[in-house]
């Protein structure tokens, strides 16, 4: 079994950026407010300015793509948003997502973001479940995933500080 490591996208990774993040909204659709059919008409100079101005990581399984996770800053001074996390399922349990998250927390202290941010899916457990494990926790903050449909999703929130435990 290889060893899976995580790194840094640059703007010319476009491409790579483009087929990791298409598999994630193709693999899991309810855990997104984007469409996969909204992003596959995105055009390069899209992609190329979503890794200029993002934080984005991709985990890699022996060179293979298998995980991807951005840090964005948020609308609210202090405060960076973690978004589009998604891990293969060929990675799934084997340390993937933990990788990126410490990716995003690291980027987000680094970057000077106080707290870092997420939404995730009602019902996906699994995902909660990362999250308080890296001292995340609900903030009561509750939304749509997409507009106009029936899902939610809730706010989990951290300072970038190291969680204490």
């Given amino acids: 079994m290889a060893d899976i490591t995580v ?16 598999a994630a909204l193709a693999d899991a659709p309810y855990a997104f407010c984007s469409t996969w059919a909204g992003e596959k008409a ?18 890699e399984d022996g060179g293979e793509p298998c995980g991807l996770v ?3 800053p948020a609308e609210s001074a202090g405060d960076a948003d973690l978004v ?18 410490g ?16 939404w995730v899916t009602e019902g996906n457990d699994p995902a909660e479940r990362l999250y308080a494990r890296h001292g995340f926790v609900r903030t009561g903050a509750v939304q749509s995933v997409r507009e106009g449909e029936d899902a939610r999703e809730f706010e989990m929130a951290r300072t970038t500080a190291p969680a204490a435990g």
Avoid at 7 to 22: F, G, K
Avoid at 86 to 99: D, H, K, Q, T
């Fill in 103 to 118: 990716a995003a927390l690291a980027r987000a202290a680094e970057e000077g973001f106080a707290r870092l941010r997420l």
């Fill in 42 to 59: 995105f055009t390069e100079e899209t992609w190329r300015g979503r890794l200029a101005r993002r934080g984005t990581f991709l985990a």
């Fill in 84 to 101: 589009s996390m998604w891990v293969a399922p060929s990675a799934r349990g084997r340390g993937a997502a933990g990788l990126l998250v």
């Fill in 7 to 22: 790194r840094p996208l640059a703007p010319d990774e476009w491409r790579l950026y483009r087929t990791v993040r298409l």
């Fill in 70 to 72: 951005s840090v964005v």
